[in-house]
């Protein structure tokens, strides 16, 4: 019994696997061949389609787009989080409790609810079609649970770390660049790294703030089905490019995951 | 941890009030208001009461979507967290194999939803897709563009393949948390598999299986941009869930009031269910 747990995770990981595997093999084949023949692996290896997708700034702005506005939030997010979580895991202040839930009601909001209001208030400010405005909109969801994460993280630090910088003769923007970020720099690792993954993959708010100039890629995706029939190759291609820059991110702070989620309260 | 009582802590809570209250509470507004008025276009609007909240209540398109809503995130927590749970007791706790492990369970939660659709809409579809072709090779009559049993597998199937993994992470994190000397203390003691599980592990993830329930229950509420692209809420409406319909009514329809009305009742739904759940599961601590 012992032995055969590795089974359990194998299998998960080829079951996540496979639909990865089918976008990629499409990637690869021509919208003919797909149509055409079932096979396991390209039968006429074509990188056509990513070549596309480099040449046509239709295509690849899409991903700069949508890089330019999760960094954005990321950035923004964790930066506005950072006080806000330090006053609610060090002070207490009339009305914490309920702001810290009103907050978290954000993150409940479906965004089906929010698109038309939020369409109209970032028209009327004069911010449509651009990066900012959908950096701004995914604060709606990212800022809360930065806040969430990095209470978390901030709660488990001890408080006479604070109490003996002041003693040391430190003041409080001193303590708190010098002193108290670094002591929760995994923290904000885990943070930054759910506000780029929330706002990454959210597409209504995305596409409803964007028409030409700010356009993220997952919208771009979607004219395939409207131009000429359905360029399934294309379309492969364009899904698993969009794979990459979570992989590299998910890299980067793997050693964290894990961590992360425990020595905070998440 | 005691906290000093400082008000001046407010300030430090400002930029994000001020962003959060931006993108919040004037949209809300917004939607409160078509709520309560009629419209015939033009920006010329009459007052409506409460009739729109009276009409979505007691339609039954909005039973229907409701219904479908339940029964899609029961049956979702239902396979998820224990699956989740299973996965985690089964991984290696050091090694190499962690890493890799994390890396790849990870994927999933990182790629853009409507890709997630378009992904399993070629995965499954019979002639071309892999799942959709081995299955109706194996002789049963799988498509889920027609048939709405298949259609329901499928998008569970997707919302599994799609969100276990952070059931995953979460139970991972709260297992690795507990100290090595617990467990010696259970093995001096005889315990058996079942009694660790029971009495150490279980208690030890209550907090972080407490956010995995709460988050994957807000947003499989929330869902709209996976199935739609899938199956786009059908065939018919089999797979048309809250956020679909909401979107039909508000956008395909333009019925503003009654889309108005509607979000609210959704948004109060998910609201009043995840602080019952949240006072229920924390109540036996400070906050």
């Known amino acids: 019994m012992k032995r055969a747990t590795w089974l359990v995770p194998t299998l998960y990981i080829i079951f996540l696997m496979l639909p990865i595997y089918w976008l990629l093999n499409m990637s690869f084949k021509t919208t003919n061949e797909i149509l055409g023949t079932f096979s396991l692996w390209p039968q006429r290896f074509t990188l056509e389609n990513y070549i596309t997708i480099f040449t046509d700034p239709t295509w690849y702005m899409g991903y700069v787009n949508s890089l330019i506005y999760v960094t954005i939030n990321t950035l923004l997010s964790v930066s506005v989080a950072l006080p806000a979580a330090y006053a609610f895991s060090r002070y207490r202040f009339i009305g914490d409790k309920h702001l810290f839930f009103w907050l978290l009601t954000n993150r409940m909001a479906p965004a089906a609810v929010f698109a038309l209001p939020i369409f109209q208030l970032y028209s009327a400010v004069g911010l449509f079609d651009t990066h900012l405005a959908v950096a701004l909109a995914h604060t709606l969801f990212n800022i809360p649970l930065a806040v969430w994460i990095l209470e978390g993280f901030m709660s488990g630090v001890p408080k006479e770390l604070d109490d003996t910088a002041y003693v040391d003769g430190y003041s409080f923007g001193h303590f708190f660049v010098r002193i108290f970020i670094p002591t929760i720099a995994a923290g904000i690792g885990v943070a930054a790294f759910f506000c780029f993954m929330f706002s990454w993959v959210e597409l209504l708010l995305a596409k409803t703030l964007t028409a030409v100039e700010a356009k993220p890629i997952a919208a771009t995706m979607t004219r395939t089905a409207s131009t000429s029939g359905y360029e399934l190759g294309l379309l492969a291609a364009a899904g698993s490019l969009t794979l990459v820059p979570g992989a590299v991110v998910v890299y980067f702070v793997r050693n964290y995951i894990a961590k992360g989620f425990a020595l905070g309260r998440v | ?287």
């Not at chain 2, 400002?14 to 276009?41: D, K």
């Not at chain 2, 979702?76 to 994390?102: K, Y």
């Not at chain 2, 072709?133 to 563009?145: K, M, R």
């Open chain 2, 1 to 287: 941890m005691s906290k000093t009582v400082n008000q001046k802590a407010w300030f430090f809570v400002l930029p994000v009030l001020a962003l959060v209250a931006f993108n919040a509470i004037i949209p809300l507004m917004t939607v409160v208001n078509y709520s309560l008025q009629e419209t015939f276009g033009d920006n010329v609007f009459f007052w409506a009461g409460t009739q729109w909240f009276q009409d979505v209540l007691g339609s039954e398109r909005f039973h229907a979507a409701l219904g479908r809503q339940l029964l899609f995130t029961f049956t979702i927590l239902i396979i998820e967290i224990p699956l989740g749970v299973a996965i985690a007791l089964a991984m290696p706790r050091t090694g190499p194999w962690v890493s890799v492990c994390l890396v790849l369970m990870a994927l999933p939660l990182l790629i853009p939803w409507n890709v997630v659709g378009a992904m399993w809409n070629i995965f499954a579809l019979p002639d071309i897709g892999l799942l959709g072709h081995t299955l109706n090779a194996l002789g049963w009559d799988y498509n889920f563009t027609r048939n709405p049993g298949d259609a329901w597998m499928t998008v569970i199937l997707m919302d599994v393949w799609h969100w276990t993994s952070l059931v995953v992470l979460l139970a991972y994190a709260g297992l690795v948390s507990i100290p090595d000397a617990y467990y010696q203390a259970a093995k001096i003691d005889g315990a058996r598999p079942w009694a660790i599980f029971r009495y150490i592990q279980l208690p030890k993830m209550k907090r972080v299986l407490t956010i995995a329930i709460l988050l994957r229950f807000m947003d499989s509420f929330n869902i709209y941009t996976e199935p739609f692209v899938l199956t786009g809420g059908g065939p018919g409406n089999s797979t048309t869930l809250l956020s679909i319909d909401l979107v039909k009514v508000a956008l395909g329809q333009f019925d503003l009031g009654p889309a108005a009305a509607m979000s609210l009742i959704y948004f109060l739904i998910i609201l009043l269910s995840s602080w019952i759940f949240y006072a229920v599961m924390t109540r036996n601590e400070e906050w």
